[in-house]
């Protein structure tokens, strides 16, 4: 698999209930981050955790970072039909700065 | 809250025209990017910029490609002769410094090659 894959690929919950994507990856990175995208619109910034972080908080999301295992977690507690939105990990990978690499995403529908 | 504004939405060309792309960071932003995500692909990084220059490209960033920052506040990307292929969603970003900050996304210029 390539640096920074997503999985599951889609996840639909019932409004309320919390939802956990999992984001996998190969090399050293500086920091990892999580984006929301709503269809047909831009990448929003959600959270940015760094290396040396294990895990960090802001708002209803919750991201940790296991370096060992090259893996990263975004849980939404509480989920919201606004909340209905692709999420993706990007790995700020150590050699080359700030290029961000992508995964293929999250498919999240949160059900009312 | 600033954000990162592109301009058009959407621009529909014919093949082997040339097309811009263009870009407004936030303004006290120093490093710019570009990144494409072809329908139903993730998203790749284009190119950074950064004090005027290139600072990092990808393999997708050919002789097609270029990239300008032809004032204080605009950031365009050139395809000089565009290809079927390069029809996608190019996103424009920028960030406050490199290493360990957010990089901040506009909603993409959606790029349609007749």
């Keep these: ?112 | 809250e600033p954000e990162v504004t592109q301009t058009p939405s959407h621009q529909v060309t014919q093949m082997g025209q040339e097309v811009i792309l263009r870009c407004v960071p936030i303004s006290n932003h120093l490093y710019f990017y570009w990144y494409r995500q072809i329908l139903g692909q993730k998203v790749e990084f284009l190119v950074s910029f950064y004090n005027n220059e290139i600072s990092e490209k990808s393999e997708i960033f050919d002789d097609q490609f270029s990239v300008e920052r032809p004032d204080g506040s605009n950031f365009t990307l050139k395809i000089r002769s565009t290809k079927l292929e390069d029809s996608a969603m190019y996103f424009c970003a920028s960030s406050r410094d490199r290493g360990n900050q957010p990089q901040h996304f506009g909603d993409g210029t959606r790029l349609s090659i007749l």
């Design chain 1, 1 to 112: 698999s390539q640096q920074g894959e997503e999985d599951p690929q889609a996840l639909s919950i019932q409004e309320g209930e919390n939802a956990t994507m999992n984001c996998s990856y190969k090399t050293s990175i500086n920091n990892l981050q999580w984006y929301r995208q709503n269809s047909g619109r831009g990448l929003v910034h959600l959270i940015l955790i760094r290396s040396n972080e294990r895990e960090k908080h802001s708002g209803r999301l919750r991201v940790t970072l296991d370096t060992s295992k090259k893996s990263s977690s975004l849980l939404i507690t509480a989920s919201r039909a606004a909340d209905t939105a692709s999420y993706f990990c990007a790995t700020d990978v150590l050699e080359y700065g700030n290029k961000l690499v992508f995964g293929a995403g999250t498919i999240l529908r949160v059900k009312s």
